[in-house]
């Protein structure tokens, strides 16, 4: 295990040596939740939970959920739960989101109880994208053919009608993305994520309201960088969960 703090210290995170590591990614998509934020919030896919812990440091009344398929990074996520004192607020649930609906159902993942999802899905596609030769990190970075989907569906079953669905992906995943949005989120915002300035995108955070009619958005990029390599302000105060990204309209 690697022990690694985020948000300027204020979360102690465990992560596995071999699979998943969380950083930028996690970080971004947690911080898509606003502060006023109230109700249930589930971190599908979380590994050991930085983005749905990170949410629970920076937003006092979110409840949050981890969800995660792999035993090894469920356990770290509840000791990770436990680390930074957040037991009355957070829980794991082990299931499998790919998984057919009674199976899901029998996990307690088809309530539509929650009122927002956020992921950061696996972004590899079996056969289509060079893999890890390590298999810890090559599961927690592989979907299967058609699984972004599926994917999708099951945190739509998971959200209650006008719940939010706010993911982070590859910037070329974005056709995939919007097809899988269709019919099923509207009012959809993306925001694309540059590294560095006058480069293309790299990442996109894609937000959408389950059952919402609302046309699509297209948000002022976000960049990471300076051309030294430095934080761009409003990224040095992201990663110290200093403010939220409004992906609203």
Known sequence: MIPTALLDGKLSLLQSETGHRAGTDAILLAATVPDQFTGLLVDAGSASGAAGLACAIRVSAARVHLMEIDPKEAELARKNIDTNGLADRAKVIEGDLLAPFKRREAMGMTKGEADRVISNPPYLTDGKSRMSPNEDRKRAHLMPD????????????????????????????????????????????????FAYPKKPATRLLIEGIKGSKAPLTLMPGLVLHEIDGAFTPQAEALHRGLIALNLRH
């Open 146 to 193: 058609g699984g972004l989907d599926r994917w999708i569906v099951g945190c739509h079953a998971m959200l209650k009608p006008q719940g939010r669905l706010t993911l982070i992906h590859r910037a070329d995943a974005l056709a995939d993305l919007l097809a899988a949005f269709k019919g099923r989120f509207g009012g959809v915002s993306i925001l694309p994520i």
